[in-house]
């Protein structure tokens, strides 16, 4: 069983609808956890960071953290086509700087 | 925010021979650096962590002597592939850590490195 499992994908949405993005992980230890995107054939870009339980939002984005079910969301709202990418999910131990990481979920979105 | 520079972006190279892939971080300095691996439509792999002055931290299964990682400094890392083989091709990332008072640590990652092994 991988540490973090996420849906690969792919994921089709009509423009304007919310995105919904998930992962699960086993690991207890983890604490920290991030959502990456990553355009076809360039590097990471953070989305949201978040540390232990609870919810962020920036924009348009919101990020929510579960550790009891060790469940992770990423939400889009209002989505557009510029968000057509593969969408990451990492978590890291305390302490610990090493990222492990989902397989990606390739979205896309419709105009 | 925080930028991690990659260079070169794309390289070609002969098989057998060695590529030098950099890693800088712009404006902030990272003691710690992040070499990952990424095949197409697959996820990141750890190839191992980069500790400025001293060696190379590598995961389980990653040649030492194939993938050499220097970080002389604050700001640079490098990573060579040595004695390339077509097997080698793929894509290169790294990631360094920015450590930041009010969120902990940060990972951000670099542009990524297409390597092509002919």
């Known amino acids: 069983q991988k540490e973090v499992e996420q849906d690969p994908g792919p994921l089709s949405v009509p423009e304007g609808a919310i995105v919904s993005l998930n992962c699960t992980y086993s690991?207890?230890?983890?604490?920290?956890f991030m959502w990456y995107r990553q355009y076809s054939r360039k590097g990471p870009e953070l989305l949201m960071y978040?540390?232990?339980?609870g919810n962020k939002e920036d924009g348009r984005f919101t990020a929510q953290v579960d550790k009891s079910s060790k469940y992770i969301s990423l939400f889009i709202r209002d989505s557009q086509p510029s968000d057509s990418a593969t969408y990451l999910c990492?978590?890291?131990?305390?302490?610990?700087?090493?990222?492990?990481f989902g397989t990606g979920t390739r979205l896309t979105i419709i105009p | 925010g925080a930028v991690v520079s990659q260079h070169p972006s794309r390289v070609i190279c002969k098989s057998g021979t060695s590529v030098k892939i950099e890693c800088r971080s712009l404006?902030?300095?990272?003691?710690?650096m992040f070499w990952y691996r990424q095949f197409p439509k697959q996820s990141l792999m750890l190839m191992a962590t980069?500790?400025?002055?001293?060696?190379?931290?590598?995961e389980q299964g990653v040649e030492k002597d194939k993938f050499l990682i220097n970080h002389a400094s604050l700001t640079l890392s490098t990573l060579t592939v040595t004695s390339a083989h077509p097997e080698d091709s793929s894509f290169y990332i790294c990631?360094?850590?920015?450590?930041?008072?009010?969120?902990?640590?940060?990972?951000?990652f670099g542009e990524g490195s297409w390597l092509t092994v002919v």
């Open positions: 990631s360094a850590r920015v450590r930041d008072r009010l969120s902990g640590n940060t990972i951000y």
């Open positions: 690991n207890s230890a983890f604490q920290y």
């Open positions: 978040t540390y232990s339980s």
């Open positions: 990492a978590a890291s131990n305390f302490g610990n700087e090493k990222l492990t």
């Open positions: 404006d902030f300095q990272a003691t710690t």
């Open positions: 980069s500790n400025e002055g001293s060696k190379a931290t590598y």
